[in-house]
């Protein structure tokens, strides 16, 4: 017995050596001696993409920050889930690091990051497009979160849509696509060597990178790299209701981080700095550094070279430089540097002469012959239950006020309803409306037999506008991808306030006057 208790130890002693013999290894320090000092001043360090106890984060704002602040780090970008309608805390100094609010949205999509957007008069959700040109609307920068994650409900899939940054890098996606080996591995690194334990799972996020270098050939996207931290142990994991336990706050800050290249050095005054961080962040003047490889590295920036390494290169590791026209990337791979393929262990943005904004999408000139559109009924109301709605329409002008049933979200919806004979052949949907504040109104198509329902959501302000919905924009209200059914089986028009875009218990109205159709 006491032989077999001792093969045993010996065994565990053995597989416990090795284990320690085979941690991945320490971040390599560089001497950084020979960096230009101003540089180094303006060169700030920080952590994007946060969650705390005020969505599935473990961690206050001040525990987040003091952990920044042990990681070395000099910024944090709060994320909390969230739908756009609440103030961001103003940024503030805590433990020394500076703390901005930012919000993640979920859509339909996938999550959208946005920092510097004023707060939403609705919630915003729905269509991913739809969602970024609000986001635009309030002033923000949006983000595309997570492509690489696995849970699709999560990852970001609109590639069309004008967001203005992508997350190159996700560590909380990074993970998952691990063998459940790997994963053991990593946890037992974790305890002994935290960040190294962290980025050996992650690889080179390859479908993300050539996205982003495509877009590049069409317009500009800033790329970070987001820690997505939730700190150890919390209620629930992003997008189930499950029990989770996280890396800590400060393992995900050493782990990697951004750099953002300022145009003078921080002050101290935390809305003057906030300012100079979020615009050199919107301009690309920032580049990521996998930190746990080695934090040691400094690049420059200027006008005619773009960005250049600024301190010494390690052994065996080798600067990539990607072109597209007149600009230019970084890449720095380090010879010891985790995954397959190797995550890279820097990530510049793209620099050089900007594109030119893309002019704004002059609406497609209407072509084809307008007529009214054929409704064969009078304006007539359609609504859960315990909400309110009431209709008054005089000649083609039809007005709805509304007001969503308060408490909790049951499906709540008023919808301003006209009967259709089948509208065959129209390719667009014309009309005029106005809201009496900012909303988001859909517009929906339903057919029959089986009530399907067609939806488009429009934004409406007081002030009328023409809208135009191009019946091919449309998508099924209802998930699935399915094909529109035969538009002379069209059955009814609804104008729908929805949880999609208000809350229980909003209140208001809208009018829509002058509808047409283009065939
Ligand atoms: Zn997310
Ligand atoms: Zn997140």
């Not at 209620?235 to 499950?242: F, H, L, Q, S």
């Not at 890279?344 to 209407?366: D, I, K, L, Q």
Request: charge should be neutral.
């Amino acid at each position: 017995m006491k032989k077999v208790a001792l093969a045993t130890a010996a065994v565990l002693a053995a597989v416990f050596v090795f284990l320690l013999a085979t941690l991945p290894p320490r971040p390599a320090a560089i001497p950084l001696d020979s960096v230009d000092p101003d540089l180094r001043s303006r060169t700030v360090r920080g952590a994007y993409h946060v969650h705390t106890v005020r969505s599935d984060g473990a961690g206050s704002k001040a525990e987040v920050a003091a952990a920044a602040a042990r990681a070395g780090l000099t910024f944090a970008i709060f994320t909390d889930h969230g739908d756009g309608t609440q103030s961001p805390d103003p940024p503030t100094y805590s433990s020394g690091v500076l703390c901005l609010d930012g919000v993640e949205i979920s859509t339909n999509g996938g999550h959208y990051v946005t920092i510097d957007a004023s707060p939403s008069p609705y919630p915003l959700g729905g269509e991913p497009s739809l969602v970024v040109e609000d986001v635009r609307r309030l002033g923000g920068f949006g983000i595309a979160a997570h492509p690489d994650h696995p849970g699709s409900e999560l990852a970001w899939r609109d590639w069309d849509a004008p967001f203005d940054g992508i997350e190159w890098l996700n560590a909380d996606a990074e993970w998952r696509d691990e063998r459940p080996a790997r994963v053991a591995r990593a946890l037992f690194d974790y305890f002994v060597r935290p960040a190294p334990a962290l980025a050996s799972v992650f690889d080179r996020p390859i479908a993300t990178l050539e996205r982003w270098d495509t877009l590049e050939k069409r317009r500009s996207v800033v790329a970070l790299a987001a820690v997505d931290a939730h700190g150890g142990a919390r209620a629930r994991i992003e997008g189930t209701p499950a029990f989770g336990i996280g890396p800590s706050y400060e393992a995900s800050f050493r782990s990697l981080s951004n750099r953002v290249i300022v145009e003078r050095p921080l002050t101290g005054n935390a809305a003057q700095d906030a300012r100079l961080l979020i615009d050199a962040v919107k301009a690309g003047r920032v580049y990521s550094v996998v930190d746990a490889i080695s934090p040691d590295a400094v690049l420059a920036l200027s006008d005619e070279r773009g960005f250049e390494l600024a301190s010494a290169l390690p052994g065996g590791a080798q600067v990539f430089t990607f072109t597209r026209g007149n600009r230019r990337r970084l890449e720095l791979h380090a010879a010891a540097a985790p995954g397959a393929p190797p995550v890279p262990w820097v990530v510049s943005n793209w620099a050089g002469p900007r594109h030119a904004e893309p002019p704004a999408e002059p609406p497609a000139p209407v072509t084809g012959e307008v007529v009214p559109l054929p409704v064969g009924s009078a304006w007539r109301i359609e609504k859960d239950p315990l909400s309110s709605g009431r209709i008054s329409a005089a000649g083609d002008v039809g007005a709805l006020e509304f007001k969503l049933r308060a408490d909790a979200r049951a499906s709540q919806f008023v919808a301003a309803v006209s009967d259709l004979k089948g509208i065959p052949g129209v390719r667009r949907i014309l009309f005029r409306g106005r809201g009496t504040r900012p909303m988001r109104v859909s517009v929906q198509l339903r057919f029959s037999p089986d009530g399907a329902r067609w939806t488009k959501a429009v934004y409406l302000e007081p002030a009328e506008q023409e809208i135009a919905v191009d019946v091919a924009s449309m998508v099924p209200a209802e998930s699935g991808n399915r094909t529109m059914p035969d538009l002379s089986t069209a059955q009814s028009i609804l104008f729908i306030v929805d949880l999609v875009n208000a809350r229980p218990g909003d209140s208001g109205g809208f009018t829509v006057s002058a509808l047409r159709a283009v065939r």
